[in-house]
């Protein structure tokens, strides 16, 4: 199993025409006939005017395969592709490896917070050992979604993806999980593999299956 991030930096003020056109259009044509949507999201915290939209796939040669029937699709160029252009500024593409299974929430009517660390060369292994043990410690307070691993376009790149009800449950599950002990003794552990960390908090797409 394979995850894709694509990430759309928009034109300031296009979001809501982007996400239109992704549902009325992109949406009937790819289904998930070509790679299964498993999350989109606009940001609302972090950097602004950015989608996030997440796929899986079964490996990166069955993802290359599809991508390439859709882009050749004649509808997909006409009816889609040519009209989100001129709205995006920016595309990033991330090939992540899930390290614990995607647990959707039980419930809708959430935010989401997309947490990405670049480890320091060689150091992703060993903070991914750190955070999956303390795991259950930290899902005391909030849960986890997913944990990846990038394969490109930054291998030493550790993300993981939170859900709340909204951002004062955010803050108080982070400021509990500070708290605790278990918790601290991973952090001062971790922390020493880090280079850089960054924070996105996201909002659902209505047609986001993760919401």
Partial sequence: MIHELRIYTLKP???PEFLKLAEERALPIRGDNYGKMEGYWFSEFGALNQIFHLWSYEDLN???KLRGELTSKPEWKADYASQVQPLIRRQEVRFMHPRLPLKPPA???NIYEYRCYQTAIGKA???IEAITEA???REKYS???CLWHSEAERPNEVSHLWVYKDLETRAKARAAATQDPDWRTML???GSMLEEMHSTILMPASFSPLR
Avoid: L
């Fill in 188 to 190: 001062g552990k971790g």
């Fill in 143 to 145: 849960q986890n979604v």
């Fill in 62 to 64: 069955t993802r290359q």
């Fill in 13 to 15: 003020g296009k979001v």
């Fill in 135 to 137: 795991m259950p410690v």
């Fill in 107 to 109: 419930e809708s009517g």
């Fill in 125 to 127: 292994p060993g903070f």
